[in-house]
């Protein structure tokens, strides 16, 4: 099974400023022959599902604000906010749809500073 | 427009039964993957599985800790998938999502509660 695991558990930034998490599987999650990353980042806010943001790593979900974008390839992803928002303030996930199980790392809580 | 509204959570005894609907529309369901996905209180997402449609022989994966315990079916003629529970404990007391993850498609999630 493919573990992915998120850095760090919880992050402070304060707003306007950058935040980065990270994401780490423990096996590749790149189809090579069709050059694609199975890996997708949600944010989700308390009540709520979660919300896709990116998928095959770095493709932004129609609507979402360009303040967000995925990096990576293999086995380490990132998700950048480039200047973070109140609205921002959630626990975002990474999710390996490669091979199944799928899995999520543990999420990483978003804080304002 | 989309939608995924799951029923059929409830308070279960432990090692009951229990079963969860999801009915979807505003996509063409048949030619769609579905998956459940959990989330325990204050914890974090936990994928559960998936059951792929027929031109993918309707195939079917689970996470180890419901294997031979919990069954996704699905009724393309109802455009409804199934998530049959049963011997269920204690630790899967969740929220319960019905999802296409891959496009951002997401329920509300209905809550199921193991507990004498």
């Known amino acids: 099974d493919i573990v992915m695991t998120q850095s760090p558990d919880s992050l402070a930034v304060s707003l306007g400023e950058r935040a980065t998490i990270n994401c780490k599987s423990s096996?590749?999650?790149?189809?090579?022959?069709?050059?694609?990353?199975?890996l997708a980042w949600f944010q989700q806010k308390p009540g709520q599902p979660p919300k896709l943001l990116i998928y095959?790593?770095?493709t932004r979900e129609s609507g979402v604000p360009d303040r967000f974008s995925g990096g990576g390839s293999g086995t380490d992803f990132t998700l950048t906010i480039s200047s973070l928002q109140a609205e921002d303030v959630a626990v975002y996930y990474c999710?390996?749809?490669?091979?199944?199980?799928?899995?999520f790392g543990q999420g990483t809580k978003l804080e304002i500073k | 427009e989309v939608q995924l509204v799951e029923s059929g959570g409830g308070l279960v005894q432990p090692g009951g039964s229990l079963i969860l609907s999801c009915a979807a529309s505003g996509f063409t369901f048949s030619g769609s993957a579905m998956h459940w996905v959990r989330q325990a209180s204050g914890k974090g997402l936990e994928w559960v599985g998936r059951?792929?449609?027929?031109?993918?022989?309707?195939?079917?994966a689970y996470i180890s800790s419901v294997k031979g315990r919990f069954t996704i079916s699905r009724d393309d003629s109802k455009n409804t998938s199934y998530l049959q529970m049963h011997s269920l404990q204690a630790d899967d007391t969740a929220v319960y999502y019905c999802?296409?993850?891959?496009?951002?498609?997401w329920g509300r999630g209905t809550l199921v509660t193991v507990s004498a």
């Open positions: 059951i792929r449609s027929k031109t993918d022989n309707y195939a079917t």
């Open positions: 999802t296409r993850p891959d496009v951002g498609d």
């Open positions: 096996q590749s999650v790149l189809d090579s022959s069709k050059n694609k990353n199975y």
């Open positions: 095959w790593a770095s």
């Open positions: 999710h390996q749809y490669y091979r199944t199980p799928c899995s």
